[in-house]
């Protein structure tokens, strides 16, 4: 298993979804916990997880430094800002309004 590995579970990793993938990357790390492979070994069999996470590293790099990006669905401005319809600042800016009516300054 540990000499064929290497090449199935590419292939097994690529069929699964995102949830199928995280159990198969647990199943990965307990052998590692428990030693069953060696460490080159380990590694070798699970270069698909490794290339997933480099992968949102340079995503996420790519985002930052380019100020683009979105949180929560909104797109970010260069300034970092994020660009909110008018309508909903209105709202926000009403509620923010009422949660500060009664307090006493």
């Not at 579970?9 to 590692?32: E, Q």
């Not at 699970?46 to 669905?73: I, N, P, T």
């Amino acid at each position: 298993m540990e000499a064929d590995a290497k090449n199935w579970l590419p292939v097994v990793y690529g069929m699964l979804n995102s949830d199928g993938r995280a159990k198969l990357k647990r199943v990965w790390n307990t052998w590692r916990e428990f030693g069953i492979f060696g460490l080159k070994s380990w590694e070798e069999m699970g270069l698909c997880f490794r290339r997933e996470e480099e992968q949102k590293a340079e995503e996420l790099q790519s985002k930052s430094a380019d100020g683009a990006g979105s949180v929560g669905g909104f797109r970010k401005m260069p300034d970092g800002s994020l660009d909110l319809p008018i309508q909903l600042r209105k709202e926000m800016q009403t509620l923010l309004d009422d949660m500060h009516s009664g307090v006493d300054e």
